[in-house]
């Protein structure tokens, strides 16, 4: 980063007076793109998990509308999950991809008999991929408890699947777990630990991105937004007639505000102008015809998209 460019972020972050959940949320979002692919960054494949499919799968699991694994009547704490695609040197995102996940309930039981918690989904063709559910409940393995997972099942178009499982930071069976405490070698759980922080709505939050061999497409995935631009806020989520979107822009950039559907169509293209380093702010009134559902607000910075934040309209 330039001395100019470190300048222009500090500028920026020093006259924006975040409050401290702001703050917060702003270093998780940090914090969760530490994996921001580029080939200098540590890009490493996503491993598989030692126990593999496991003995609960079932075929032919239903794709999901507007991400919802969960129904909204299935008791447990909401998560969501999100994260982006990226080929092997992590250069490249990669659309299209399907992910078949399914979990345990709240109580640890797996649904045998129908699709209860179990579903399909596909990366858009921005290369993310997202959906809502509860968190899994433990259940024994033998004599000892299996941390709260996720199986996932990705299988990029013309390319091998890679199955493996999801696990949660401060699990107390991590430790214990003859898969999750792998931290080297084929089956290293460790960057398939990640942790799940509260949002405004008491739904919990995580971001996995995806390291696997498949085609991709360059979309700007080398998306240092701490030294480009930053969407630090919207409110209010969810929304409804309208929402309010914060941003800052650390150097004289052409800047644009765009809105996509979880299929990755663009829905709303908002004021693309040349714009020097500072705090700035928009308004998003969709019309009405939008459906509910979850939204991708991105902003661009010449020609990368460098951010990305999910929002929730009712």
Not at 24 to 36: D, E, P, R
Not at 56 to 75: C, I, K, V
Not at 150 to 170: A, D, E, R, S, V
Not at 227 to 247: C, L, Q, R, V
Request: proline share 5%; net charge positive.
């Amino acid at each position: 980063m330039t001395k100019s460019k470190e300048s222009s972020r500090r500028r920026f972050l020093k006259n924006t007076s975040l409050s401290f959940l702001s703050f917060s949320s702003l270093m998780g979002l940090a914090k969760s793109i530490s994996g921001s692919k580029s080939k200098d960054a540590n890009c490493n494949p996503s491993t598989e998990d030692a126990y593999g499919q496991g003995p609960f799968y079932t075929t032919n699991a239903p794709f999901l509308q507007n991400g919802q694994l969960a129904n909204q009547s299935e008791p447990g704490q909401r998560i969501i999950i999100s994260g982006r695609i990226y080929n092997l040197d992590c250069t490249k995102v990669i659309p299209n991809v399907e992910i078949d996940v399914w979990h345990a309930n709240q109580n640890g039981e797996y649904d045998n008999i129908g699709y209860n918690l179990r579903g399909k989904t596909f990366s858009n063709n921005q290369g993310f991929y997202m959906f809502e559910t509860i968190k899994p409940g433990f259940y024994l393995n033998g004599a000892i408890f299996r941390p709260s997972h996720i199986h996932f099942k990705i299988t990029p178009p013309g390319h091998n699947t890679l199955i493996t499982q999801l696990y949660f930071q401060n699990d107390p069976y991590i430790s214990t777990d003859a898969a999750a405490s792998i931290d080297n070698g084929l089956f290293d759980a460790s960057s398939r630990i990640i942790p799940l922080v509260l949002n405004t709505n008491g739904i919990l939050e995580g971001t996995w991105d995806i390291v696997i061999n498949g085609d991709g497409i360059t979309l700007g995935v080398n998306n240092m937004h701490l030294d480009k631009g930053i969407i630090y806020k919207a409110s209010p989520i969810p929304f409804t007639e309208k929402i309010d979107i914060y941003y800052g822009v650390f150097e004289q950039a052409s800047v644009g505000i765009f809105i996509y559907d979880l299929k990755g169509q663009l829905v709303a293209r908002l004021d693309e102008k040349l714009l020097k380093p500072d705090k700035y702010s928009i308004c998003w009134r969709p019309q009405k015809n939008i459906p509910s559902g979850y939204y991708f607000i991105s902003i661009k910075i010449n020609d990368l998209h460098v951010h990305h934040i999910k929002v929730y309209k009712k």
